[in-house]
């Protein structure tokens, strides 16, 4: 399988401030990880969206979309469970 393109929304990095040092680490292997398989096994697709997904890190959430014909993932949001669903 073709390896994708990560990008990241602007306020990802924002997000990235806010979370312990250890809790990046461990999102930014899942996002790596992402690259070779958009879809892995515990993703959910989000309701009312074509094309977004979330993927757990512990008590936290990725928001992504992937674009399979561009081979794109955008990274929407990475925060805490109970925090993530207000943005969308």
């Known amino acids: ?9 602007p306020s990802v990095h924002k997000d990235f401030r806010r979370l312990p040092r250890s809790v990046v680490e461990r999102v930014m292997k899942r ?3 992402l690259k ?3 879809f892995p096994y515990g993703v ?8 977004l997904y979330r993927v ?12 399979t014909q561009a081979k794109q ?3 929407l949001y990475v925060r805490h469970r109970r925090e993530v669903y207000r943005a969308l």
């Open 1 to 9: 399988m073709a390896s994708y393109n990560v990008g990241f929304k």
């Open 31 to 33: 996002i790596e990880k």
């Open 36 to 38: 070779d398989e958009p």
């Open 44 to 51: 959910d697709k989000l309701e009312g969206a074509e094309r």
């Open 56 to 67: 757990a890190v512990g008590d936290y959430r990725i928001v992504y979309e992937v674009d």
């Open 73 to 75: 993932i955008m990274i």
